[in-house]
């Protein structure tokens, strides 16, 4: 498996490249996001937040890994792009 860390991902609003980039935390053979989380309580904005790396890099399949659940089965969540 070819996995990259710390991915960016550049911002392009109207045409013009932003300075500001985002971060994946997790990038698996250019066709999965992992996000890694570590808290006690789960937010759904995670889900938010990767759906939007997927859309902005033209992928279907992410995760959200949440190290801080009580169970490894509670910590992993799946995040599907339409696309």
Same mark, same amino acid.
């Given at each position: @498996?070819?996995?990259?860390?710390?991915? #960016?991902?550049? !911002?392009?609003?109207? &045409?013009?490249?932003? #300075?500001?980039? /985002?971060? /994946?935390? @997790? /990038?698996?053979?250019?066709?999965?996001?992992?996000?890694?989380?570590?808290?006690?309580?789960?937010?759904?904005?995670?889900?938010?937040?990767? /759906?939007?790396? @997927?859309? !902005?890099?033209? =992928?279907? =399949? &992410? =995760?959200?890994?949440?190290?801080?659940?009580? #169970?490894?089965?509670?910590?992993?969540?799946?995040?599907?792009?339409? =696309?």
């Amino acid at each position: @498996l070819d996995i990259q860390r710390q991915v #960016s991902v550049p !911002l392009v609003y109207k &045409g013009q490249r932003l #300075s500001t980039a /985002l971060r /994946l935390d @997790l /990038l698996v053979d250019n066709k999965v996001i992992v996000e890694c989380k570590a808290v006690d309580v789960y937010n759904t904005i995670f889900n938010v937040q990767v /759906l939007t790396y @997927l859309r !902005l890099q033209h =992928l279907k =399949l &992410g =995760l959200v890994i949440n190290f801080g659940a009580k #169970s490894i089965r509670d910590g992993f969540h799946r995040v599907v792009n339409g =696309l």
